[in-house]
């Protein structure tokens, strides 16, 4: 028993594996702009993000993003979005990611497993993935389109943050969840928005051995950036 109790206790103590966890920028199209500590510059392919960085995209601009070999997404025209958090730990992954207003495309590749988490928050809803394809929008009552969640493949877990009492819905594939006059309405996803979605396929995410090169030219960067600001 008491082997036992020394085997636990020293299982309770020994730290997570920490692994170091990717995003950065695959395309970038028009007008955009990251914000870190208060500074804003203009994104470029390959650039490294950080924790809590803010990307805003202008009228005609659009931002594609891959996390790992996990998550790749595209923050659409005149939307905000935020890499909450990013990180790995014992091959599980724990991302969160949010949308304050816009429109994002979401491909998750990797089914998110066991003790990992991957969600998707807006200033209204909460999405919990386990691997999916779908978009994310989050707009004003003066925008035409209606807020929501729109299922090409995979299902979501979306709670409500809107209204006093919580709602819970699990949106399965090919169907969507949309916001219309303060009323939810779950109905079958409109077919051009499969079509959009179609894009999320032909984008060159990098794989292992090329993320592994990347995060080599990283190390690489931050040893040359020291004393600088990195960016």
């Not at 970038?28 to 203009?42: A, D, K, L, N, P």
């Not at 006093?164 to 077919?191: A, H, V």
């Not at 179609?198 to 592994?212: A, G, H, P, R, S």
Request: hydrophobic share 40%; net charge neutral; with cysteine.
């Amino acid at each position: 028993m008491k082997f036992l109790f020394l085997l636990l206790f020293l299982l309770q103590i020994i730290p997570l594996r920490s692994e170091e966890s990717l995003a950065f920028v695959l395309d970038v199209v028009g007008s955009h702009s990251i914000f870190r500590e208060g500074i804003s510059r203009e994104i470029k392919p390959k650039m490294f993000f950080h924790k809590e960085d803010e990307i805003q995209t202008g009228p005609k601009g659009h931002v594609d993003i891959q996390i790992d070999e996990t998550i790749v997404l595209r923050i659409s025209a005149k939307s905000k979005f935020t890499l909450s958090n990013f990180e790995k730990a014992n091959d599980h992954f724990f991302y969160s990611l949010h949308l304050s207003f816009g429109e994002a495309f979401i491909r998750v590749y990797k089914k998110i497993l066991g003790n990992s988490e991957c969600n998707f928050t807006t200033p209204t809803r909460v999405v919990a993935v386990r691997g999916t394809k779908f978009i994310l929008r989050e707009n004003s009552q003066s925008e035409k389109e209606a807020s929501g969640v729109f299922v090409g493949e995979g299902e979501v877990e979306v709670e409500d943050l809107k209204f006093d009492e919580k709602l819970k819905f699990t949106i399965q594939s090919g169907s969507q969840l949309s916001l219309s006059r303060n009323n939810y309405e779950m109905e079958k996803i409109n077919p051009k928005l499969i079509s959009e979605m179609k894009f999320l396929d032909t984008l060159k995410v990098l794989k292992e051995k090329n993320i592994k090169l990347l995060l080599d030219q990283k190390k690489k960067n931050n040893e040359l950036m020291k004393g600088n600001q990195e960016w």
